[in-house]
């Protein structure tokens, strides 16, 4: 005879998928993460605390809920992010595909200008190349040609990330469900045209209070940053969405993320004439 729900075993009989994940667990997990960011305070991770079996779907849901609550607040979306776009950090993590998350109008400082460090839990900073496009782009089948010919400015970046999690100890739901541990922006006034630089020999350099951090091409940004907003788009186009002309979107970070403290002062310098962006790091 059958096992019923309550017999240990019963799992071989049907599979937790995401039509499982009812709606005030969404919610429930959303606003773990978001109470986190909120207060500063790091959080032990979801499939560790919470619910083990978190899968990638259901991180992004998880994700979109967390989306629409800042929004509801008044938080205005910048644009799309994508992370765990270079092939060491995909490597450690043992996954083949980037991931997205969003960066929010409150999480952007001016160029040039000062971040708090009381606004986050245990920031680390990261230049990337940042992309506006003149027109919407939706996957399936979007190519680096597409996304190049869409391009209307590419403009150098700092991302600040900070993950809600205890010692950024997460898996990669965990890191979906956290909105990819964004944290903060910083874009440069430098605006190039995309044929006018070589993104993916284009090199970045990462200075923290004069001393070089760490340095690379855009080739780190999964072989060329168009290849990233490719991608992109290609996996919002699997949901129906897009991403849309006009969004400010971080393509991903060509060095490593480096920590960053009270007193910093942070340059990203790119060549190409793509210029630098720069921030400190105030109490
Ligand atoms: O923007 C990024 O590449 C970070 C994605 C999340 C992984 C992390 O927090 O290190
Ligand atoms: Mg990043």
Known sequence: MGKTLSEPGCETYYRKDVSEMDESIIKELSQYVLTAEEEKEEIIKITEALRPELNIDEAYMVQEELIRKKMEKGQKVIGPKMGITSEAKMKQMNVDNPI???????????????????????????????????????????????????????????????????????????????????????????????????????????VINGEVQDAGTGAAILGHPANSIAR???????????????????AGAVTQAIPIKPGDHVVAKYGGEMGEVSFKVTD
Request: proline residues 5%; aromatic residues 8%.
């Open 232 to 250: 992109l788009a290609n996996m919002l186009g699997e949901k129906g969405r897009k991403v849309s002309a006009g969004e400010r979107i971080l």
């Open 100 to 206: 997205y998350g969003y960066v929010f109008d409150y999480m952007v400082t001016e160029d040039g200008g000062a971040v708090s460090a009381g606004n986050f839990i245990h920031p680390k900073v990261e230049p990337e190349i940042a992309f506006i496009l003149s027109e919407d782009l939706q996957g399936p089948g979007i190519t680096v040609d597409d996304v190049l010919e869409a391009t209307e400015f590419i403009l150098p970046a700092l991302e600040i990330i900070d993950s809600r999690y205890e010692n950024f100890n997460f898996t990669l739901p965990d890191v979906i469900a956290d909105n990819t541990s964004a944290a903060g922006a910083v874009y440069g006034t430098d605006l190039t045209k995309p044929e006018d630089v070589d993104l993916d020999t284009v090199e970045v350099t990462l």
